[in-house]
């Protein structure tokens, strides 16, 4: 004759995979992406174009329409190196990027700026 103890663990064990299958899967991480600042040299004063993954950005405007698309939680990486040529986008004015910041904190994008690259 079957113990109760062990009636209990079978049937335990016989609901165990409705149980798991039950649960739904876990969520993916938020995605990352990562900026850069590319220089133009084609004229007589350098361009400056952002991209991330293989799109580029010629203002902080067209940037920020790309950004707006991204879902909430996701993760923007800029490293811009420590190296200027003056006139930078974002980097020659406190005031521009802490509107940037704001902006990335408003549509919950969480804005990593490593600034010595």
Not at 35 to 42: C, G, H, K, Q
Not at 59 to 87: D, H, I, M, N, Y
């Amino acid at each position: 004759m079957i113990s109760s103890a062990l009636r209990l663990s079978m049937v335990g064990l016989a609901l165990m995979p409705s149980y798991i299958m039950a649960q739904p899967p876990p969520a993916p991480d938020p995605p990352k992406y990562r900026m850069e600042l590319v220089y133009v040299f084609d004229g007589d004063k350098p361009e400056y174009l952002f991209v991330i993954g293989n799109s580029g950005f010629k203002s902080v405007a067209s940037l920020k329409q790309f950004l707006a698309t991204l879902p909430p939680g996701s993760t923007l990486e800029w490293a811009p190196g420590c190296e200027r040529f003056g006139g930078e986008p974002l980097l020659s004015s406190e005031e521009d990027m802490a509107a940037f910041k704001s902006f990335c904190a408003e549509k919950q994008i969480r804005f990593i700026l490593k600034p010595s690259g």
